[in-house]
């Protein structure tokens, strides 16, 4: 069955297995790379982070600082900012993984969890607009100091956020009897599904990132000014399909 699946690493305790089977529940929203990879981790810095007597709610906002510091790194535009977006990244991503594990844990459910995890959602949009920045930048389309960047990427997390914690807020006061996402019950027909959901989602572009970033050292040309290029222009399909697929759902 679904639900007793594991994400385990083969010198699991016989107590991390049971207590994965506890705080890890298996579900069809978990993509490739937090199931596979994050998930393996998460435990350990669950019982960590318990010991230190965190609360789930705080780990959570650490969550949301790392994701947001991801878009900003991205936007200097240095194999060195690459690199350390894609390590601040996925400990936001570690992090959102550890507080439900912690909630469940500690049995510290609450809907202020569940309007943090609203905004780690919405902290990825800015992250998405960094791309293009970043991308007008490496072509030199666009010249910025790096306090530029810092306010400029400041001013955008500002906009999005102002329009997207009313939604929040809303959304987690009406949080009962979710439809499931029509696009996700598309990733979960097949592993080809769910891997092109991974390359074409932050973790996959994150990753891809970090090895082209690695490859152009060894080349000497270009190729991550043409990925961001790419990743934007498939996001941009991505948003009409999506639009499609869920307004057929209201008919």
């Known amino acids: 069955m679904a639900s007793e699946k594991l994400s385990t690493f083969f010198f699991d305790s016989k107590q991390i297995i049971e207590l994965r089977r506890k705080v890890q529940p298996y579900s069809a929203k978990e993509d ?12 350990y810095f669950t019982l960590l982070f318990n010991k230190m007597n965190f609360t789930p709610n705080m780990v959570s906002w ?11 790194l991205v936007m200097f535009a240095t194999p060195l900012g690459f690199l350390f977006a894609f390590i601040s990244y996925n400990i936001g991503y570690l992090f959102d993984c550890v507080d439900g594990e912690l909630a469940r844990l500690t049995k510290r459910t ?28 490496m072509t030199d389309a666009l010249v910025l100091s790096n306090l530029a960047i810092i306010i400029l990427y400041l001013v955008m997390v500002s906009v999005i956020m102002s329009l997207l914690l009313p939604l929040s807020f809303d959304l987690t006061h009406q949080q009962a009897n979710e439809q499931q996402d029509p696009v996700q019950k598309i ?11 991974f390359i074409l989602g932050l973790p996959g572009f994150f990753l891809t990132l970090v090895i082209l970033t690695l490859l152009e050292l060894l080349i000497t040309i270009e190729i991550t000014p ?26």
């Open 32 to 43: 490739l790379w937090s199931w596979y990879v994050l998930r393996r981790m998460s435990i």
């Open 62 to 72: 650490l969550s949301l600082f790392f994701v947001l510091l991801s878009g900003l």
């Open 110 to 137: 609450s809907k202020l969890g569940f309007f943090i995890d609203m905004l780690i959602r919405a902290a990825t949009l800015p992250v998405f607009l960094s791309f293009v920045v970043t991308f007008l930048l």
């Open 187 to 197: 990733r979960n027909k097949s592993i080809v599904y769910e891997f092109a959901g």
């Open 226 to 251: 043409f990925y961001l290029l790419l990743f934007v222009f498939i996001l941009v399909l991505k948003v009409i399909l999506r639009f499609i697929v869920t307004v057929k759902t209201f008919k």
